[in-house]
């Protein structure tokens, strides 16, 4: 089967770095997305990544090892704001999307 | 700019009552899609459309509907609601269908009793 594996909550301290891992066992691979969702809010996309490597813009940054069935999202100079929920996707050979069930970060003062 | 509305933003329902979820967005984009999601797991696509004139079934289908007239809207149909429907719903779209950064609807909290 094809399966999505995040930590389910995560704290961290207002202006550190923290950094949200994801594994995935998907069948087939067109791409791995990362998005933000805040309580009774819409997800909303934040990066891409399809070739490994690191993908920076501005304070978060994903990396990719399609090798490891491996990503992770940094974010760095934590805020308040950036406490929410971080979701993982990956693309599958049929371009259906796999959703992670999501990381909730909370941030400390 | 709207994006992409959803209609209503929450709902009580009986168990046995129909529900329509509306959706519309006016980005022109050829996909979209309905998710649920629930606590403690990750989105779950129930229907999708490439185009306008096509619907597909999703990961959970199973007591949902969709129409596809054209390219803006997009409603989801419930027939005879039970309550292991209680969800919460994303309208979602996108330009195509090899694209993952979707456009997600502001949701609709269904609840049914």
């Known amino acids: 089967g094809q399966n999505i594996d995040q930590p389910t909550e995560m704290t961290a301290t207002e202006g550190a770095i923290v950094q949200i891992n994801c594994t995935y066992q998907t069948s087939g691979f067109n791409g791995l997305f990362w998005y933000q969702q805040h309580a009774g809010e819409a997800p909303t996309f934040l990066s891409y990544?399809?070739l490994d490597g690191l993908e920076e813009k501005g304070r978060f940054s994903s990396f990719l090892s399609r090798s490891k069935g491996y990503s992770y999202l940094l974010l760095k100079e934590l805020q308040m704001k950036d406490s929410a929920s971080y979701l993982c996707a990956v693309m599958d050979s049929n371009y259906q999307l796999i959703w992670g069930a999501g990381t909730k970060l909370i941030i400390k003062p | 700019t709207a994006g992409i509305t959803q209609a209503p933003t929450s709902q009580i329902l009986a168990a046995g009552r129909s529900m329509t979820l509306r959706c519309t967005q006016d980005?022109?984009?050829?996909?979209m899609y309905w998710y649920r999601q629930d606590l403690g797991l990750g989105l779950r696509l129930i229907h999708y459309?490439?185009?306008?004139?096509?619907?597909g079934k999703g990961e959970v289908p199973d007591g949902y509907s969709v129409s596809r007239a054209n390219t803006d809207d997009f409603p989801l149909t419930l027939a005879s609601a039970v309550p292991s429907q209680t969800s919460v719903y994303f309208c979602?779209?996108?330009?195509?269908?090899?694209?993952?950064?979707?456009?997600f609807g502001e949701g609709s909290r269904l609840t049914v009793l």
């Open positions: 990544n399809v």
């Open positions: 980005m022109r984009h050829n996909a």
């Open positions: 979602a779209s996108s330009p195509g269908t090899h694209t993952g950064e979707l456009f």
């Open positions: 459309s490439n185009t306008a004139g096509t619907t």
